[in-house]
T-cell receptor
Framework: AQSVTQPDIHITVSEGASLELRCNYSYGATPYLFWYVQSPGQGLQLLLKYFSGDTLVQGIKGFEAEFKRSQSSFNLRKPSVHWSDAAEYFCAVDLVNSGNTPLVFGKGTRLSVIA | GAGVSQSPRYKVAKRGQDVALRCDPI?????LFWYQQALGQGPEFLTYFQNEAQLDKSGLPSDRFFAERPEGSVSTLKIQRTQQEDSAVYLCASSPGQPAYGYTFGSGTRLTVV
């Protein structure tokens, strides 16, 4: 069955350190790929998306993600984490590549930032 | 409006009560999606609409769950005879139908069944 895997349930990083959140998908073709962030009590905010083309995608808040077809991965990175980045991060895929069909989400990675 | 609006933000229901959750999508957005997010989990798909047509309701957990979008704009998710396992955040998202624009999520309704 198609799935989205975020292997890390919880990650703690120091403020100013670099960050990488992992995401793998299981699907025959390359789906549209998304990263969302969710702060406590809030909805989901889109960080970035990949449809095609350049495999390194820039997003908001200094985030970027790299699509690697050979590894079926779409990992999220940030060079220097700020305390305000503490939140839940979700990887999601649009399996039909239409922009018009439901997303499938991973279970999320909770990011904690320490001083 | 500028974003997807959901109401109420919080709802406490006694077990067995019926509840109705409202989603007001971005004006002109063709597609509307409902998700259920249990505590500590990712959002799980419930159902979605294209205009007023409900194209997929395979994610609705039981026949106690019902969704409608009669005029192709505002949508209501209704849960009859609520049970404790229905406690979750219910998220609504809308999309113009063009991939480049992505999906916009509301802040959700947190339902607690006591």
């Amino acid at each position: 069955a198609q799935s989205v895997t975020q292997p890390d349930i919880h990650i703690t990083v120091s403020e100013g350190a670099s960050l990488e959140l992992r995401c793998n998908y299981s699907y025959g073709a390359t789906p549209y790929l998304f990263w969302y962030v969710q702060s406590p009590g809030q909805g989901l905010q889109l960080l970035l998306k990949y449809f095609s083309g350049d495999t390194l995608v820039q997003g908001i808040k200094g985030f970027e993600a790299e699509f690697k077809r050979s590894q079926s991965s779409f990992n999220l990175r940030k060079p220097s984490v700020h305390w305000s980045d503490a939140a839940e991060y979700f990887c999601a895929v649009d399996l039909v590549n239409s922009g018009n069909t439901p997303l499938v989400f991973g279970k999320g990675t909770r990011l904690s930032v320490i001083a | 409006g500028a974003g997807v609006s959901q109401s109420p933000r919080y709802k406490v229901a006694k077990r067995g009560q019926d509840v109705a959750l409202r989603c007001d999508p971005i004006s002109g957005h063709v597609s509307l999606f409902w998700y259920q997010q249990a505590l500590g989990q990712g959002p799980e798909f419930l159902t979605y609409f294209q205009n007023e047509a409900q194209l997929d309701k395979s994610g609705l957990p039981s026949d106690r769950f019902f969704a409608e979008r009669p005029e192709g704009s505002v949508s209501t998710l209704k849960i009859q005879r609520t049970q404790q396992e229905d406690s979750a955040v219910y998220l609504c998202a809308s999309s113009p139908g063009q991939p480049a624009y992505g999906y916009t999520f509301g802040s959700g309704t947190r339902l607690t069944v006591v």
